[in-house]
């Protein structure tokens, strides 16, 4: 299909507006995208918002050209455009337009869309990716050949390279050089060209503008030697130029690939068709799109679960690892829950549908990676502010070089000029922190790390204080047994062993708090009798040992209760109280590791709960923190907050809950844990769905090795154009220099910022 025809064809589809029926199972896949990446806006009811896969950016100015191109559309209310990931987040109105009139703007201006979803947005991408890989080859091999045909003239003595000789080699180069300007420069002059029609001066303007410079008096030297032009031919500086500078740009959509290959990852875990069973108890393959609550489906071993859903028959071990971070396969068994987008690895297991589409915790992930991919640096969209005017002065300066040095010959002057245009294009500038942030959140998104605002990054560089919530934060969302004491002569280990026996044969949550502390033993419990509001009695025997026992509260057990103490649960046999053990919420694995680093990084770590001061000492003993306040309202949190940053300190905030929502906006940098509240996750900056504390350090961590590469891109560009723009103006500095000089800048920043996507 040609490329016209392909647009046509994309132009064409429409999104269905709010409550319209579901496509049919033949609708076009690029349909399915569609609705695959658009969502009504929360809070702003008849809005909703669809992120797109832009083909044609090259530069920063391409975000400003786009934003204003599609922002121009009546129903369109904002847009938003990532020139690192080459994507847009638009918000509009189905009462007032339709996406094929923004997309046609979008055609209009000289790009194409793609649903950012699936498929319908990756082969776009690969395909642009081979053409510039075939246009880098093109240049590479090419360069190599007229550099070649150019060492003579650079080393040989003059008059020993004889007028006819000299101009073989000019026109072998010149023919060498064609292929370059018409193939491997398209994306140059394409962008250059639509930048000019539009009224607007983009980054490849002035690329453009020196490259057809060079060449053109290359070519009127090569046709005419004895001409004003002599003998100035720069087809060596050409090639080089632009096979470096691709060169930056095929690294630089390597690391826009590895990043935007998170979320899409991530998009394409679920699968388009699943087994839902009938009434008759037969099982059908139907759209995943048109479960609804309540269905049950069969998932087979090494596919994924299309919905959230809760297993009714079977026993499995699923993957977690890319929606909540959790490493290690999860057993899963009748009555327990499967979250979408996880994969099941070992049997076959029948599900029952709790929730579809956009209400699954898959979504809300997904739209949470969306949501960042378009997000913007302050100090990228300073660079895109300013790329205009700085670019329009380039074109100036290198026009008024030019003239300034007309007087000492037209083949130097213009080889000035070219040199101007080049060396000031500001693409290592552009990109210093785009690169950077992307390559950071990227690193984060492939650890289960969610990253919401990338100005993030900057801040919690900063952060010189952790405050963390209790509950549900630090906590997991069961209880434990933290310790223990037995009658005189009783060994406690084999007391806990002995409730352990007992506490398996209930499904109290204590009593599977107890039975997970004393884990698998010998004990093995019979004639058990369950006594509602009391405990679990019966006799516990390993071989021909037996004992008559009792698990449960102080007063049937004849236990003495400890004042002020956490809260136990105990043991008796005929004699009485034989043992208590102590009752407090779990501790997540990794808290107190967590909390261990953040201090050895000389950051203060405080705790904040809502719960009363005994509670939360005991926990931040366990946790290793030293400064905690309990029966915290959430205005006291907020307070607590505000207080810390008028003392001058970057506070970060790590909650979950419904009441961390003002606390984690007021904070300088917030962390929302676990599957958490929406109104937490929708006030925070990163989100960790699996809930690991090690996250906190690690962000932390990445946060201040961002903020060192970024201020290093940012010195690279500086001094290099305080050097090389001087030397240029002044002639100093010829056209193949200048072009070396700037694809090195541009390679030097977009590798500087690949080591971040590393990160581990």
């Known amino acids: 299909m040609r490329p016209a025809d392909t647009l046509a064809a994309m132009v064409s589809v429409s999104l269905p507006l709010p409550g319209a029926l579901p496509a049919p199972r033949d609708a076009a896949p690029l349909e399915d995208a569609w609705e695959e990446c658009t969502r009504p806006v929360a809070g702003r009811e008849g809005r909703r918002e669809s992120w ?49 009139d923004w997309l046609a703007a979008l055609s209009k201006a000289g790009y194409r869309g793609l649903p950012a979803a699936g498929e319908a947005a990756a082969e776009p991408r690969r395909r642009e990716r081979r053409r510039l890989l075939w246009r880098w080859l093109v240049a590479g091999f090419c360069m190599m050949q007229v550099m070649m045909y150019a060492v003579p003239a650079y080393v040989a003595p003059p008059g020993e390279i004889t007028p ?47 490259l057809a410079i060079a060449f053109g008096a290359s070519t009127l030297a090569t046709l005419d030697p004895a001409g004003p032009l002599g003998g100035a031919v720069w087809y060596d500086s050409v090639t080089m130029f632009v096979f470096f500078l691709l060169s930056g740009r095929l690294l630089e959509q390597r690391l826009r690939d590895r990043t935007a290959g998170a979320l ?16 008759d108890g037969s099982f059908e393959r139907v759209s995943a799109r048109r479960l609804v609550r309540g269905d049950v489906i069969r998932v087979l071993a ?29 057993r899963r068994v009748a009555g327990e829950a499967v979250i979408a987008g996880s994969h099941n690895l070992a049997a076959p297991l029948l599900v029952r549908v709790d929730q579809v589409g956009d209400d699954t915790r898959f979504a809300g992930i997904v739209a949470l990676m969306a949501q960042a991919s378009v997000d913007k640096p302050r100090l990228a969209q300073l660079a895109d502010r300013i790329a205009g005017p700085f670019l329009l002065g380039v074109v100036l300066a290198a026009a008024g070089a030019g003239a300034w040095w007309w007087a000492t010959g037209a083949g130097h002057a213009i080889g000035i000029a070219v040199a101007v245009l080049i060396v000031t294009c500001p693409c290592a ?25 990338l100005d993030a990054f900057e801040a919690a560089a900063r952060v010189d204080t952790v405050v963390f919530d209790k509950t549900g934060t630090l906590t997991q969302d069961s209880i434990a ?28 949550p204590v009593a599977r708090a107890v039975a997970a502390a004393a884990g698998e033993g010998e004990w093995a419990a019979e004639a058990v009798r369950e006594w509602a509001g009391e405990g679990v009695q019966g006799v516990v025997r390993r071989g021909a040992a037996a004992r008559a026992l009792r698990l449960g509260s102080a007063r049937w057990c004849d236990a003495l209760e400890l004042p002020g103490g956490p809260a136990e649960v105990h043991l008796a046999d005929e004699q009485g109280w034989l043992a208590s053990f102590s009752l407090d919420e779990a501790l997540r694995p990794d808290a107190a590791t967590a909390v261990g680093i953040l201090q050895s990084r ?7 709960s809502g719960d009363r001061m005994a509670a939360v000492t005991r926990l931040a003993a366990r946790a290793g923190i030293e400064w905690r306040w309990g029966g915290q309202s959430p205005e006291g949190k907020l307070s607590h907050v505000r207080g810390l940053q008028e003392r001058g300190r970057r506070v970060a905030m790590v909650g979950d809950g419904l009441n961390d929502g003002p606390v984690l906006a007021r904070a300088h940098v917030s962390f929302a844990m676990g ?17 690991q504390l090690s996250a906190v350090p690690a962000v932390l961590d990445l946060a201040r090795r961002t903020r060192r590469v970024v201020r290093q891109n940012l010195a690279w560009a500086a001094a290099y154009n305080a050097v090389c723009v001087p030397l240029a103006l002044a002639g100093q500095m010829p056209p193949w220099l200048a072009g070396l000089g700037m694809a090195a800048s541009s390679l030097f920043v977009v590798l500087n910022a690949a080591r971040l996507a590393r990160f581990e």
Not at 602 to 608: E, N, S
């Open 429 to 453: 500038l552009s990109l210093a922190t785009p690169a950077a942030t992307l390559a950071a959140a990227g690193a984060l998104a492939r650890r289960g790390i969610l990253v919401r605002h």
């Open 675 to 691: 599957q958490g509240a929406p109104v937490a996750q929708s006030r925070s900056d990163f989100v960790v769905p699996g809930g």
């Open 164 to 210: 006819d000789i000299q101009s073989l080699l000019n026109w072998a180069s010149w023919t060498l050089t064609v292929p370059v300007m018409l193939f491997s420069c398209r994306p140059f002059f394409s962008s250059a060209l639509r930048d000019l029609r539009h009224g607007r001066i983009g980054m490849d303007v002035p690329v453009a503008l020196g």
């Open 481 to 508: 047994v933290t310790g223990g004491r037995a009658r005189e002569g009783v060994d406690p280990a084999l007391a806990l062993q002995w409730a352990g026996a007992l506490a398996r044969q209930s499904l109290h």
């Open 602 to 608: 000389g950051l203060l770590v405080q705790l904040l």
């Open 302 to 330: 090494g596919e994924a679960f299309a919905a959230d859903g809760t297993v009714v028959e079977g026993e499995s071990r699923v993957d977690e690892a890319l929606l909540t971070g959790e490493s290690q396969p999860l």
């Open 52 to 100: 797109l896969a832009i083909e044609g950016m090259y530069c920063a100015a391409c975000t400003l050209t786009i934003e204003q191109a599609v922002g121009s559309v009546p129903g369109v209310e904002s847009v938003q455009v990532n020139g690192g990931t080459a994507t847009a987040r638009v918000v509009w109105s189905p009462a007032r337009c339709r996406p094929d």
């Open 264 to 279: 899409e990852a991530l998009v394409r875990r679920l699968p388009a068709m699943v087994e839902r069973r009938s009434a």
